[in-house]
């Protein structure tokens, strides 16, 4: 690490004045004149303080400057500290400023240390993530997805044994090992057990003896992490049989029964590995501390921002769950010296939209550190670049997690003039008025958060604000003509803004299923096909863009690919609408999003273990000829759980109340083995209408005859 922090010195010392100091280490003299990284032989010993964990100091002692450490890392960020002394910035992966100088100079008198006000830091965004070596010019020491090879500060908070940070409670016990010959070991909810989806049954003494055998058997097999992480799924569904009820009852929280278990696996852990640390999640249900027990000095609570409004600091939204997050976390605090924060920076739902809150990152970073945070991840946009100001929340975060007390304003023209150029002061006015108008909004009531998974019906972007985004954006990208790097920085600047116009028109006016073309669409389609090519170009230029989460980022791209290539409003050619975008009720609970093993194909997964009718096809969804008539057909794969019964059955349901019609049931003898077409015959579809579709009713054992229905469309041909 040391010789990396010198080549990187050398490196850049020539970018800045064209000369290359040599490197040289404790085997050869020392010259005359140097710069001692670490503890050389020739190193003096410096008086006062010495910096903390990944501090360092900088100090001149004639005629040598030293930059000393307790760790070689402290040694690392020392050497880009004094590179930025000299004006060196690293906006970007693939932007960087590096100032021609004709010397390099520092006073006589320097003496300066500094120490990180966080344990570990950790932007969770994809330039950081992907990039080591641009994580640790920000001084990133954590990357607990990815590997973060020794030269640019190592994995000092790994994760380890696979059990990463959150979710881990069905890699310890899955379901499909455990639950047909032991439902007990999962939560009791609405009278049953669970399978899918599920928790643990915190209070069963089999499933605690398990679960700790698993984590040491993990450990073992991968010792020396930092953390090793035992927490629930990433949904609801807790277990409520009597016994975890009456601990959540008495401790006043959900996390009663977690954190008796947690302590129970950390106390087994301990007596084996006593450096271990257990993560555990602080995470909607259990995200309120219980009132009695507290966590043993081995678990770590990892306390989520994920419910929060953003476009005001934590502390200052009267938003009732930032209201209650505050609490929580100032409990926390006070009841644990191992405080992780797991906080969000981005829209989730898509990554480019609009999500006015780098004026709150500053404030919430203080209002975590003040009451006792030590490891802060901050997940932003991690899977792609180019979200809304990814590059600079990136930056300031890294920032502001070494020193929150950094002023805002340096820090922006710092950013907005390395990294846009001469577009700078346009693309500054489009940023201060996307914050001014959020924040005008959100003051204006309690119930105007900024959440992580709002739409794209932003009422706190006005009217208007498109065109005058727009004007601006195109201003930027004029004054950076003759500047390569600034120009891309500007077209992929204003992506986010372009992408949440066409969105906000596909919402107001596209439909799942395009079967005619609306008045309403053809007034919109042409800007909506000039956006989408523009960005479908900008996309592919990039090549790392990601619009969104998991599968529903096949979908975005799809959707802005085909009004990229359309001449006219896309409608639908053959008629179907994919199981992937047909609606599921309780989703998770009745079924969800799966690809099917045999075919490899995205389609929507029904449980059984329900007559409800959970599909639900709404005709507004669908773009349809008024008076037409449609031949409506289902295509389905049953999985049966019995030789005999009601496979399913299809009707129409009116949202106002209008009485349900059953059209189409069918046993399990008449249906095929794989997947076939089954037609629920003709209707005149209208806006009070949906289709539905329910799994076979149970015999009169109770008995549920299928295990799943897999659905792979619905076709609507006009008669």
Avoid at 497 to 516: P, T
Avoid at 615 to 624: D, G, L, R, T
Avoid at 702 to 712: D, F, K, R, S, T
Wanted: charged share 25%; with cysteine.
């Amino acid at each position: 690490m040391l010789r990396y922090a010198a080549e990187e010195l050398r490196d850049h010392v020539a970018q800045l004045t064209g000369v290359e100091l040599p490197v040289t280490t404790d085997d050869v003299p020392c010259p005359a004149q140097a710069v001692l990284l670490g503890a050389t032989r020739y190193t003096p010993m410096l008086d006062g303080a010495a910096p903390g964990l990944d501090g360092f100091r900088i100090a001149v002692r004639e005629p040598h400057l030293v930059i000393v450490s307790p760790r070689e890392r402290g040694v690392l960020y020392g050497v880009y500290a004094l590179l930025e002394r000299f004006g060196c910035r690293w906006y970007a992966s693939w932007c960087a400023k590096i100032p021609r100088r004709e010397c390099l100079t520092v006073p006589a008198d320097l003496d300066v240390a500094e120490t990180p006000a966080f344990e570990m830091r950790e932007p969770y965004w994809y330039d950081v993530k992907f990039h080591p070596e641009f994580a640790a010019r920000l001084r990133v020491n954590s990357r607990s997805r990815i590997e973060m090879p020794a030269k640019f500060g190592g994995n000092e908070f790994r994760f380890g044994g696979g059990l990463v940070s959150c979710h881990t409670f069905n890699t310890l016990m899955p379901p499909d090992e455990f639950f047909d010959d032991h439902p007990e070991y999962y939560s009791f909810e609405d009278g049953a057990r669970r399978k899918h989806p599920t928790q643990l049954c915190l209070t069963n003494p089999d499933v605690l003896r398990i679960v700790t055998e698993r984590v040491l058997e993990r450990i073992r097999k991968d010792p020396g992490a930092k953390f090793y992480g035992v927490s629930q799924n990433d949904w609801p569904h807790y277990c409520q049989c009597p016994a975890c009820a009456a601990i959540d009852a008495e401790e006043e929280s959900q996390a009663g029964s977690l954190v008796r278990f947690i302590n129970a696996v950390a106390e087994a852990v301990e007596k084996e590995f006593p450096d271990v640390l257990i993560e555990t999640l602080a995470y909607m249900y259990t995200r309120k501390p219980p009132k009695k027990t507290r966590l043993r000095h081995n678990v770590v609570p990892c306390l989520c921002t994920w419910e929060c409004d953003f476009a005001l600091p934590l502390e200052e939204s009267r938003y009732p769950q930032n209201v209650a997050f505050c609490s929580d976390l100032r409990r926390r605090g006070r009841q644990t010296d191992h405080l992780y924060i797991w906080n969000y920076s981005t829209n989730f739902s898509r990554y480019p939209w609009p999500f006015a809150n780098v004026l709150t990152l500053q404030d919430n970073l203080r209002f975590f550190l003040a009451n006792g945070a030590k490891f802060i991840f901050d997940q932003g946009a991690f899977q792609g670049r180019h979200g809304d100001f990814a590059e600079l929340k990136a930056w300031l975060v890294s920032r502001w997690m070494w020193n929150p007390d950094l002023p805002i304003e340096p820090l922006l023209d710092d950013f907005f003039n390395g990294y846009y150029g001469k577009a700078a002061p346009f693309v500054r006015t489009y940023f201060d008025e996307l914050h001014q108008n959020q924040r005008a909004w959100s003051e204006g009531a309690a119930d105007r958060p900024l959440r992580i998974y709002d739409g794209p019906e932003n009422p706190a972007i006005p009217a208007g604000f498109y065109e005058r985004a727009k004007d601006l954006w195109a201003r930027a990208a004029a004054a950076v003509e003759d500047d390569p790097v600034a120009s891309y920085n500007v077209r992929m600047g204003a992506f986010p803004i372009d992408y949440w116009r066409f969105d906000f028109l596909r919402e107001k006016h596209d439909r799942a299923l395009m079967l005619y073309a609306t008045d309403d669409i053809r007034a919109v389609f042409p800007e909506m096909h000039t956006l989408a090519k523009s960005l479908a170009e900008r996309f592919d230029e990039a090549g790392n863009i990601r619009l969104c989460e998991w599968r529903a980022n096949e979908f975005a791209v799809e959707t802005m690919r085909r009004y990229a290539e359309a001449t006219e409003p896309p409608v639908s050619k053959d008629g179907i609408i994919p199981g992937s975008r047909v609606h599921i009720r309780k989703r998770r609970a009745w079924g969800d999003y799966e690809t099917d093993p045999g075919t490899g194909v995205e389609v929507l997964k029904v449980l059984g273990k329900n007559a409800e009718p959970c599909v639900e096809m709404p005709s507004n969804w669908i773009a349809y000829e008024p008076g037409a008539r449609y031949h409506v057909r289902f295509r389905l794969r049953i999985e049966p759980a019995a030789r005999s019964g009601e496979a399913f059955r299809a009707g129409l349901g009116d949202y106002h109340g209008g009485q349900e019609r059953e059209m189409l049931v069918r046993q399990l003898g008449e249906t095929s083995e794989g997947y076939a077409w089954y037609d629920f015959g003709e209707v005149e579809l209208n806006e009070r209408e949906f289709l539905w579709l329910a799994p076979g009713r149970p015999d009169e054992k109770g008995e549920y005859p299928v295990n799943a229905i897999w659905l792979a469309g619905i076709e609507f041909r006009r008669v």
